[in-house]
């Protein structure tokens, strides 16, 4: 049996990573991945073939681990976060939708024995780390237009405005990208207070990890950055502070009960 | 040191169990969940001391743990998937947020430690189960009326139509809950093809896992119930087989720059 792995690896911190995805890399003899996202496993990794391919070659990455799980060798696509948001395992289906159409000359893709394992995404453990923001309804948009039509993303980002979802912004800035957050800022506004809570959250629950507090209208586009994950509250998301810890939560409408229910 | 765990179990699989959530329950003497969570977490919890309280005294649940944190015993408060997402965190925050305003009578709920781990979600469970039907913008949809206003419900589907969000429908259908869903298919449609990938997911990662994959045309209520998650793709959402495996996934945009790649 031909297998390819295709894992994601959580946010960072190796308490998140699940024993599927430890098992998957532990099967594989050979890793594809940014390096970074190698370096978290620590020396899990050591007697592995790792193929390190640069940032940008999304595409290539998941052709060699198709072709190095063709040829045989048991294969671990490694993305940071929940593999199947934003990152690589929806580029490895495309990939062998197109040789299915026979796009591709690749027929021996399809003998690959294909499994996909979800990981901790960064919405998740910036929510979890300040609180519950995902407490009710919610949504993410990547701001990069590199791939989406910035006219798309727009209408993503009213939609989520009019309909008062949580809002998880993905790539919200990077070296080249910077009005765009700016903009959705700026729509979110429109539809909901200037107080309510954001969370800037970069490197969650690695080492290094950086937390921001702030508000919608004190949001400022020049504290992120493409590392940061930018989390928007709804109408209804509360800061509160117990003395010694901030927290932000989302209340899923149980105030009345609560309300009824207290003596 | 007073420490409550809020915990997130993952879908049910024992393999998605972060190692955070297993080290959570085996620090604590005192569990409170739901019954068939504890369940899935085997012997691990044989040596503890388990409070089970029904569905529906989830206001109840949340006030034992702070209560049994408060009193000295770490406390693991415990629910399936994300404990963030639809679940039973916010409620202790909710609660927590209420003392600090004076509404609740128990000071000694500052005192506590509160550290919240996230768990994989069904919507991760399901879409990786077929593929990567979250490779795109999303967002998650919670079709109970119970504490939300169907207006508000509504509204959100809309705005969820209009944008093209991949759709995960929580809470789609119960013994009452039985037209929404219905509804909801009948807004979807009006902005995305019949042909639509739909995916079915019912006890997602465990033994007893049962996924229908079937398209919004057909979606039928009737096969849905309140085990069931229902995830909607978006407009470029596709579905394929390999012959031996159907996968479905949301392209991110790389098409055109496939069709540029390729010699």
Redesign the interface.
């Known amino acids: 049996m031909k297998t390819l792995y295709v894992v994601g690896t ?1 946010p960072g ?8 995805a430890l ?1 998957a890399v532990e099967d594989s003899t050979d890793l594809v991945a940014y390096g970074l996202y190698m370096d978290l496993l620590g020396e899990l990794v050591d007697s592995k073939t790792k193929h390190d391919l640069p940032l940008g070659e ?2 290539e990455r998941a052709r060699l681990a198709l072709n190095l799980a063709a040829q045989g060798k048991t294969t671990a696509l490694l993305s940071s976060g ?1 593999i ?4 690589m ?10 040789q ?1 159409q026979g ?2 000359d690749n027929p021996e893709w ?1 003998e690959i024995d ?1 499994q ?6 960064a919405m ?2 910036g ?3 300040m ?12 701001l990069s237009d590199l ?2 039509p910035w006219e ?1 993303i727009e ?2 980002i ?3 405005a ?4 949580v809002v998880s912004f993905y790539n919200p800035v990077s070296t080249k990208r910077t009005w765009q957050l700016g903009k959705a800022k700026e729509i979110l506004l429109a539809h909901r207070p200037a107080s309510t809570p954001v969370i800037l959250g970069r490197n969650l629950t690695r080492e290094t990890e950086n937390i921001i507090i702030t508000t919608l209208g004190e949001l400022d586009s020049t504290r992120v950055d493409m590392l940061t994950l930018v989390q928007i509250g709804n109408s209804a998301s ?1 800061l ?6 901030e ?1 932000i ?7 009345r ?2 309300t009824i ?2 003596p």
Chains 1, 2 share one sequence.
């Open positions: 959580g911190g190796k308490d998140l990573i699940t024993p599927q098992a999304e595409i929940d199947g948001i934003y990152a395992a929806t580029l490895v289906f495309e990939l062998l939708d197109r299915v796009l591709e399809l294909i996909v394992t979800p990981g901790i995404t998740q453990a929510a979890s780390k609180g519950a923001l995902l407490g009710h309804d919610f949504c993410a948009i990547s791939l989406t798309t209408t993503r009213k939609a989520a009019m309909a008062d979802f509360k509160f502070s117990t003395g010694s810890k927290w939560y989302t209340p899923r409408g149980y105030s009960k609560l229910a207290t």
